[in-house]
């Protein structure tokens, strides 16, 4: 653990200005500054289609064929989507997308402004991250550290900073065997650890300055599954940058495809199992397939998944892509049968939230005995009912009752299990 040291706050990040706004706005404006998502209105939260199609036909590329109905839009249906895009992180990239294809004057005026206001927020707390995330990789460079910058920080430090894109922290991949530089790197500049995973975990821990916007998330590999994605072939075809003097890298843009998927699709609460999906993910993901993204390999993304028995979940997710987004098919080969039924129970979940509920338990022992997850923990020389056996054998031996139970009901409410 590091010790806390006071932190050297920026004047020119200070917060506060921004929140002598409509008071209604207070709880949506922060969540942005931490970059977490606004609650929804009093009851549930919304999730019905109606307010879905609405923000993902605000978030395509293209107007054509929505101009006329985003005129006929009432307020009550503008309210849900709001909290819908709130939920989803996705509201400052609302206000850019309408303000790319010259759609802003379509929308009610309240709504321009509430928009407007989260995005300038946003641009505020990204501009802030961008200064820290600078400090932090050159004083790692001073102590010989190379620094891989991943998620959002990859586009973080690109000229000017994206005031689009939601970042609830600085994700940071440093080498495994550098970790003694990084942490005395990090206690030097004031941070303190804040989190720590288990021996083993891919991430060692969080890391919080008073004072800045985000964490530090620190990694010495990309997901909970290495194999898949290791961290040396990230390294291996990282591109190198420089901005003010500061040496650092981000992935491929092949590489930045792959984490978005994994991480979407089957890290941690493995969302491909639940039936769930995170609108700011997939908007993410659907910039990589427009004819002015950076060069992607299509062919190897498909062939890296599927040699992990991940086919299924790759195409599920190119496909929702797809239907909501517009974004173009990249992938060889068409969709298949499993892909489409994934996308058709994702779109019903999300309209009757409850069916998620109930098979949260099936969708953890889906998860936790997933091919991909046995092929890492056990390797492939065995049939995968016997490692799948194994595995269950091992995890109730070494676990009570109550952890396992705990382990099948964990969900995004309990993400670390249920009463946990």
């Not at 932190?7 to 706005?25: F, K, M």
């Not at 891989?148 to 994700?171: C, E, F, H, V």
């Not at 769930?276 to 998944?305: I, K, M, N, Y």
């Amino acid at each position: 653990m590091l010790s806390a040291r006071h932190a050297r706050p920026r004047e020119n990040c200070a917060t506060g200005a921004v929140d002598r706004h409509d008071l209604l706005l207070r709880a949506a404006i922060q969540r942005t500054r931490r970059g977490r998502g606004a609650v929804a209105p009093p009851g549930a939260m919304i999730r019905s289609l109606r307010a879905l199609h609405l923000v993902c036909d605000c978030l395509r590329t293209d107007a054509a064929g929505h101009l006329q109905r985003l005129r006929k839009i009432d307020d009550t249906t503008w309210s849900y989507a709001i909290a819908l895009a709130n939920e989803h992180l996705v509201g400052p990239a609302l206000h850019a997308a309408l303000e790319r294809t010259g759609r802003l004057a379509d929308i009610p005026d309240a709504v321009r402004d509430y928009l407007a206001l989260l995005h300038q927020s946003n641009a505020a707390r990204n501009d802030c991250l961008r200064q820290q995330a600078l400090e932090l990789i050159g004083a790692l460079g001073n102590a010989g550290v190379d620094a891989l910058l991943l998620k959002g920080g990859a586009t973080l430090l690109s000229a000017p900073a994206p005031s689009a894109r939601m970042i609830r922290d600085l994700d940071l991949l440093v080498p495994r065997h550098a970790a003694d530089r990084v942490f005395t790197t990090l206690d030097n500049l004031g941070y303190r650890a804040i989190a720590r995973y288990p021996a083993g975990h891919h991430a060692y821990g969080d890391f919080a300055r008073p004072g800045e916007p985000g964490a530090v998330d620190l990694h010495f590999e990309l997901i909970d599954t290495p194999h898949v994605l290791p961290a040396q072939d990230v390294w291996r075809r990282a591109d190198q940058i420089v901005v003010q003097g500061r040496r650092f890298f981000v992935p491929s843009p092949t590489d930045r495809v792959l984490h978005n998927v994994l991480h979407a699709q089957v890290h941690f609460l493995a969302n491909y199992y639940r039936g769930a999906f995170e609108l700011r993910q997939l908007h993410e993901f659907a910039s990589f397939t427009r004819d002015d993204a950076p060069g992607v390999d299509w062919t190897f993304v498909a062939g890296s998944l599927t040699r992990h028995r991940l086919r299924t979940p790759l195409h599920a997710y190119a496909l929702l892509a797809h239907r909501l987004l517009d974004a173009p098919w990249k992938l060889p080969g068409a969709p298949a049968v499993a892909a489409r039924l994934q996308v058709q129970r994702c779109l019903l979940q999300h309209r009757v939230p409850a069916l998620a509920g109930w098979g949260t338990p099936l969708a953890n022992v889906q998860s936790a005995f997933a091919p991909h997850r046995m092929a890492g923990l056990y390797g492939q020389q065995s049939p995968l009912l016997q490692r799948r056996l194994h595995h269950a054998s091992r995890f109730l031996r070494k676990r009570d009752a109550g952890d396992w139970i705990a382990r099948l009901l964990r969900s995004e409410a309990h993400p670390r299990g249920w009463r946990r």
